[in-house]
């Protein structure tokens, strides 16, 4: 067991003293600001690849308050998108496949409904569609994930304010002919279907929506670019406006992807561009010392492992090379391992432990007290 071990935590260990910490001091331990970071799909594995694949510094190693979760659903061992994030919307546990309900599909109340009845500006982010189960756990209620044009007219008359993903199509072809574009303006939405502007051009909108490709943005290797962590600091920009509180969930959303896939090139470069989107965050998180950042993943996807290289000698005995790695899956679909989560600024020492993924709801809750009246 410790050579699969002891290397990665060495390593980890050397990287972490390069990195230039903060440690958070702060007179109040209550958050004004909470931003969620979700990698879809993420064990250890696939974080432990950027000390391996990233040629600059790991943002990872930024963190020291460091936990892990159970992702079980009410149902399964191993848990689904929808399922754990509605456990970290709501607190509750659900089937795979629900979003925002309980198991017996009674509609539970989500962070954001509840924040945003204090004043708090909410939105959210992904490089999947914006209907994706884990964005619609943030402001959806729907018995299966697969209701996307539903999910889709929920969004428009949610208490979301900003957000930036895919899924045009959910919005414009629909089997109900509604064209959501004209519901989302009617909401008060600025929508911008071309690219991402800056904070100049939305400043102005009460809110405010990028819908940017059909269904899921594009891969990072075919060319997505800097979109999750200029969209992610833009939302900032605008939600925190006037430095108004506010809650925000964005999503790499296809490290899942890449995992059910089994490609390696994929996964490592959507790792990457979340590794940046956290370093960008910190930084903000760094200078306004009242957001606290939480770094988590709904589940683990494909079993991956950092192995090493096979080899065969020259008397046909195979050996695993402990100096070449050769990154393999064990599924093409989810597994049922603990999951790291990170968390930065004030109250960031309660994610220490080992505790469920519903308790990511309820200690934020704790210490922003959104639920009550
Ligand atoms: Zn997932």
């Given at each position: 067991?410790?050579?699969?071990?002891?290397?990665?935590?060495?390593?980890?260990?050397?990287?972490?003293g390069c990195?230039?910490?903060?440690?958070?001091?702060?007179?109040?331990?209550?958050?004004?600001?909470?931003?969620?970071?979700?990698?879809?799909?993420?064990?250890?594995?696939?974080i432990?690849?950027?000390?391996?694949?990233?040629?600059?510094?790991?943002?990872y190693?930024?963190?020291?308050?460091?936990?892990?979760?159970?992702?079980?659903?009410?149902?399964?061992?191993i848990?689904?998108?929808?399922?754990?994030?509605t456990?970290?919307?709501?607190?509750?546990?659900?089937?795979n496949?629900?979003?925002?309900?309980?198991e017996?599909s009674?509609t539970?109340?989500?962070?954001?409904e509840m924040?945003?009845?204090?004043?708090?500006?909410a939105?959210?982010?992904?490089?999947?569609?914006?209907?994706?189960?884990?964005?619609?756990?943030?402001?959806?209620?729907?018995?299966?994930r697969?209701?996307?044009?539903?999910?889709?007219?929920q969004?428009?008359?949610?208490?979301?304010?900003?957000?930036?993903?895919?899924g045009?199509?959910f919005?414009?072809?629909?089997?109900?002919?509604?064209?959501?574009?004209e519901?989302?303006?009617s909401?008060?939405?600025?929508?911008?279907?071309?690219g991402?502007t800056?904070?100049?051009?939305?400043?102005s909108h009460?809110?405010?929506?990028?819908?940017?490709?059909?269904d899921?943005?594009?891969?990072?290797?075919?060319?997505?670019?800097?979109?999750?962590?200029?969209?992610?600091?833009?939302?900032i920009?605008?939600?925190?406006?006037n430095?108004?509180?506010f809650?925000?969930?964005?999503?790499?959303s296809q490290?899942?992807?890449?995992g059910?896939?089994?490609?390696?090139?994929?996964?490592?470069?959507?790792?990457?561009?979340?590794?940046?989107?956290?370093?960008?965050v910190?930084?903000?998180?760094?200078?306004?010392?009242?957001?606290?950042?939480?770094?988590?993943s709904?589940?683990?996807?494909?079993?991956?492992?950092?192995?090493?290289?096979n080899?065969?000698?020259?008397?046909?005995?195979?050996?695993s090379?402990?100096?070449?790695?050769?990154?393999?899956?064990?599924t093409?679909?989810?597994?049922?391992?603990?999951i790291?989560?990170?968390?930065?600024?004030?109250?960031?020492?309660?994610?220490?432990?080992?505790?469920?993924n519903t308790?990511?709801?309820?200690?934020?809750?704790?210490?922003?007290?959104?639920?009550?009246?």
């Amino acid at each position: 067991m410790n050579k699969f071990f002891f290397l990665p935590l060495l390593v980890l260990f050397l990287f972490s003293g390069c990195v230039n910490k903060k440690s958070y001091k702060s007179n109040t331990k209550v958050p004004k600001n909470v931003i969620l970071l979700i990698s879809d799909g993420t064990g250890l594995s696939q974080i432990s690849a950027a000390y391996y694949y990233k040629n600059s510094e790991v943002n990872y190693s930024r963190f020291e308050h460091i936990g892990l979760i159970t992702t079980h659903s009410s149902k399964e061992y191993i848990p689904d998108s929808a399922a754990s994030g509605t456990a970290f919307s709501t607190g509750e546990k659900t089937y795979n496949g629900g979003i925002g309900i309980l198991e017996d599909s009674t509609t539970v109340e989500n962070i954001i409904e509840m924040a945003s009845k204090k004043g708090v500006k909410a939105g959210i982010v992904a490089t999947s569609s914006i209907t994706h189960a884990t964005p619609a756990s943030f402001y959806a209620h729907v018995v299966d994930r697969d209701y996307e044009q539903k999910i889709a007219l929920q969004l428009s008359n949610s208490e979301i304010d900003y957000f930036a993903g895919g899924g045009k199509k959910f919005f414009k072809n629909r089997l109900d002919n509604n064209n959501l574009y004209e519901v989302l303006k009617s909401n008060g939405f600025g929508i911008d279907t071309l690219g991402l502007t800056t904070f100049d051009v939305i400043k102005s909108h009460k809110k405010q929506g990028f819908l940017l490709s059909d269904d899921g943005m594009p891969k990072m290797i075919e060319g997505r670019g800097d979109f999750l962590s200029k969209a992610t600091l833009l939302g900032i920009d605008f939600l925190h406006q006037n430095n108004t509180p506010f809650f925000l969930m964005s999503e790499g959303s296809q490290i899942d992807w890449a995992g059910h896939d089994n490609d390696t090139d994929y996964l490592i470069s959507e790792l990457i561009d979340f590794d940046e989107t956290i370093g960008r965050v910190l930084d903000f998180a760094e200078q306004d010392g009242e957001t606290l950042v939480i770094v988590t993943s709904d589940h683990e996807t494909g079993g991956f492992t950092l192995a090493g290289e096979n080899y065969t000698t020259k008397d046909g005995n195979i050996y695993s090379s402990y100096t070449t790695l050769d990154p393999k899956f064990s599924t093409g679909g989810h597994s049922a391992t603990l999951i790291p989560v990170f968390a930065y600024g004030p109250g960031a020492e309660l994610f220490f432990g080992i505790y469920d993924n519903t308790d990511i709801f309820h200690k934020i809750i704790k210490l922003t007290a959104w639920n009550k009246k």
